[in-house]
């Protein structure tokens, strides 16, 4: 199912943790820019994206292209796939399964919109 079509199915079972975290992502910061492909929301600061959300089955994903070791995650719940991208930054996702736990999802965008925004380019 395309992501557009996910945002408009109220049948889908993990929407209300999906239009939250949207939400709270927005809330960032008024430059952000929201973009809808296919199969995931990306989100750019200064064309730059730094945080995409995956609408799945069985969850709402949310992952970043980040060095895991400047990632605050004292509970441990963030996965991890180490240096995968081309400049040597690790994939960090966290999935979403449960409405409650939309935090942590936000705390890593959090922190992804931080290192982008002081990023010089």
Known sequence: MKVKDILEDEEYPHQKS????????????????EEVEDDKILFKIRDM???????????????TDFYYDRIVDLANKYDVEYKTTM???????????????????????????????????
């Open 18 to 33: 999906l239009q939250n975290v949207l939400k709270r992502i927005r809330a960032l910061n008024q430059y952000i820019v």
């Open 49 to 63: 994206v730094f945080v995409y959300v995956e609408p799945l089955d069985d969850c709402v994903k949310v992952s």
């Open 87 to 121: 400049d040597g930054t690790d994939t960090i996702s966290y999935s979403i399964k449960n409405p409650m736990f939309v935090q942590y999802a936000v705390s890593l965008a959090q922190q992804a919109f931080t290192r982008f925004k002081r990023l010089k380019v």
